[in-house]
């Protein structure tokens, strides 16, 4: 089955820094990778997606980039401040009959005034 | 508003007993889910069913046991509660299985 890696498990940024988190996946089916940011008590909020058919994706500050030849993706979030503060998690899904999304470990972002 | 929504929030029970956990979606999706996310916050899927219908049914114990009574409604029960059960449960939705999914707020179960 799918095995989702994600690094690293904590990261501290100055406001208005970059943060950058990477995931790698082992099964070369995976064709969609979403990441999903999870505020504290509150459930898993989908921040942006990305197909096995592009490369990168923006959608204002946030980023997703995917190398498929290497199988890793990575988020990047530009300018952060400290409402991004927060768990973020990749996954991966193979896009079969059923999408089983295979979740990574999550990374702790906390964004310093 | 348009969302899933789970109840109840908290859920705090002794070991043995059988318990249920409720989600709605009122996004007219198809497919719904039951994640599990462990202390460690690490989430993986348990169920999922599309029209009504089990989809996804990863390595659960039987005490767990989803039941769909329509597209917008999947219950989760648990029967004979042990420790370990202790969790945060998430449901979640989708427009098909191969779409985008959506989660609910998650219920907070503990075990004593």
């Known amino acids: 089955g799918e095995n989702v890696e994600q690094h690293p498990s904590t990261l501290s940024v100055q406001e208005g820094d970059s943060a950058v988190i990477k995931c790698t996946y082992s099964?070369?089916?995976?064709?969609?990778f979403p990441w999903y940011k999870q505020e504290l008590g509150k459930g898993p909020q989908l921040i942006i997606d990305?197909?096995?058919?592009?490369g990168e994706k923006k959608d204002q500050r946030i980023a997703v980039t995917l190398n498929k030849t290497a199988k890793h993706f990575s988020l990047h979030i530009t300018e952060t401040q400290p409402e991004d503060s927060a768990v973020y998690f990749c996954?991966?899904?193979?896009?079969?009959?059923?999408?089983?999304?295979?979740f990574g470990s999550g990374t702790q972002l906390t964004v310093l005034p | 508003d348009t969302a899933v929504s789970q109840t109840p929030k908290y859920l705090v029970t002794q070991m043995g007993n059988d318990k249920s956990i409720k989600c709605e979606q009122n996004?007219?999706?198809?497919?719904m889910y039951w994640y599990k996310q462990d202390s460690k916050k690490f989430l993986k899927i348990m169920f999922s069913y599309n029209n009504k219908e089990l989809i996804i049914n990863e390595t659960v114990p039987n005490r767990f046991s989803p039941k769909s009574p329509d597209k917008a409604h999947l219950n989760l029960h648990i029967n004979s509660l042990e420790l370990g059960d202790s969790a945060v449960y998430f449901c979640?939705?989708?427009?098909?299985?191969?779409?985008?999914?959506?989660f609910g707020p998650g219920t907070r179960l503990t075990v004593l």
């Open positions: 099964d070369s089916a995976s064709n969609y």
């Open positions: 990305i197909r096995s058919n592009v």
């Open positions: 996954a991966a899904s193979d896009g079969g009959s059923a999408r089983q999304l295979t």
């Open positions: 996004l007219g999706h198809d497919t």
């Open positions: 979640a939705s989708s427009p098909g299985p191969t779409d985008t999914q959506y």
